[in-house]
T-cell receptor
């Protein structure tokens, strides 16, 4: 299995809802990432997990809460989001070590009403 | 601060035309460089990468890129584009921060190829 999968593909939620995005990889990669991509913009890094520990938080608001239950799974819990949080949320993984290539999932397109 | 600059934000070409997309970075250390492509409605795919060795790297779908260290550049080229190359192209530089890999993306270049 050489891919990163993300569910759901699309998500519509209200500002008072609680939802979660899921990312999974079975390539044995030890680093996993969450990115946010607005339309016609490049991906922006949100979080980095390395060996299941949060390594980098790029000053992301607390309404986004990442979780790494195990080395294959990465979740992003959403609560009290704003309409401006609507975006494509991308997950990526990286083998670690000398390899710096990141493998991206297809993303979850989130709409906050 | 490290940055990645893509000079062409929007490029329009006819099929069979040659393509060159510019990418410059501002980082003096060892760099790993990437070009990603995002087709309409699809996810990011790696076109090619440079880690070390031959500065001319070949990627998928006939793309290549040349790393010129003295110019801090990593331009993407394709001799003859096809309509199916219509997509957004992102240059990216890997940066090691606190022992962790971070990708810094350029703003992207939107390529439209007309039949």
């Amino acid at each position: 299995d050489t891919e990163v999968t993300q569910t759901p593909k699309h998500l519509v939620m209200g500002m008072t809802n609680k939802k979660s995005l899921k990312c999974e990889q079975h390539m044995g990669h030890r680093a996993m990432y969450w990115y946010k991509q607005k339309a016609k913009k490049p991906p922006e890094l949100m979080f980095v997990y390395s060996y299941e520990k949060l390594s980098i938080n790029e000053s992301v608001p607390s309404r986004f809460s990442p979780e790494c239950p195990n080395s294959s799974l990465l979740n992003l819990h959403l609560h009290a989001l704003q309409p401006e949080d609507s975006a494509l949320y991308l997950c990526a993984s990286n083998p670690g070590g000398l390899s710096n290539e990141q493998f991206f999932g297809p993303g979850t397109r989130l709409t906050v009403l | 601060a490290q940055s990645v600059s893509q000079h062409n934000h929007h490029v329009i070409l006819s099929e069979a035309a040659s393509l060159e997309l510019g990418c410059n970075y501002s980082y003096g250390g060892t760099v790993n460089l990437f070009w990603y492509v995002q087709y309409p409605g699809q996810h990011l795919q790696l076109l090619l990468k440079y880690f070390s060795g031959d500065p001319l790297v070949k990627g998928i779908k006939g793309f290549e890129a040349e790393f010129i260290k003295s110019k801090f550049s990593f331009n993407l080229r394709k001799p003859s584009v096809q309509w199916s190359d219509t997509a957004e192209y992102f240059c990216a530089v890997n940066r090691v921060s606190g022992g962790y890999n971070k990708l810094i993306f350029g703003a992207g270049t939107r390529l439209a190829v007309h039949p």
